[in-house]
């Protein structure tokens, strides 16, 4: 370990290599995804990206259900409540109406600057990665 502090050797072997490489990821990033997850819930909100079936009606009107591709980004209160519901170790299930909630809100409503009677159908997903 002296001889990578002093700069007499500044490529480890292997073996310490990986063991440095773990005992930093042990050590920093339960602390990284905290801070990300922080910032995600208070101002920085999720980005959804997924593949499902959505459907919809909005007054009186209704457009059927199909397989469409979405990503949008969702506020931070709702990044809040589903990153809450994971830490608790919600099944896929009950994280759904979450996800459709947001989704609702942001892509569909806009935020809520639009279409303020919107009911949007959300099923059948085929994937759905979070990013912070």
């Known amino acids: ?4 502090l002093a ?12 063991a440095l490489t773990q005992e930093t ?6 602390q990284v995804r905290a801070q990300r997850r922080q910032r995600a819930a208070t101002s920085g909100g999720l980005v959804i990206t997924c593949r499902a079936t959505f459907g919809f009606t909005a007054n ?8 469409r591709d979405i990503i949008s ?26 996800l459709a909630e947001a989704i609702t809100e942001s ?3 806009e ?4 279409r303020a009677g919107l009911h949007v159908d959300f099923r ?9």
Not at 1 to 4: F, I, L, V
Not at 11 to 17: A, T
Not at 111 to 114: A, D, K, L, N
Not at 124 to 132: A, T
């Open 1 to 4: 370990m002296h001889r990578y």
């Open 7 to 18: 700069g007499a050797s500044t490529k480890p072997h292997k073996r310490l290599q990986e």
């Open 25 to 30: 990821e042990d050590q920093w990033q339960p």
């Open 60 to 67: 009186g009107t209704s457009d059927n259900a199909r397989v």
């Open 73 to 98: 980004a969702v506020s931070p209160s709702h990044a809040a409540r589903i990153l809450d519901a994971k830490e608790r170790g919600a099944t896929d299930d009950e994280l759904q109406p979450l």
């Open 107 to 109: 892509y569909f409503r």
């Open 111 to 114: 935020g809520g600057t639009t």
């Open 124 to 132: 059948d997903v085929e994937h759905l990665p979070i990013d912070f």
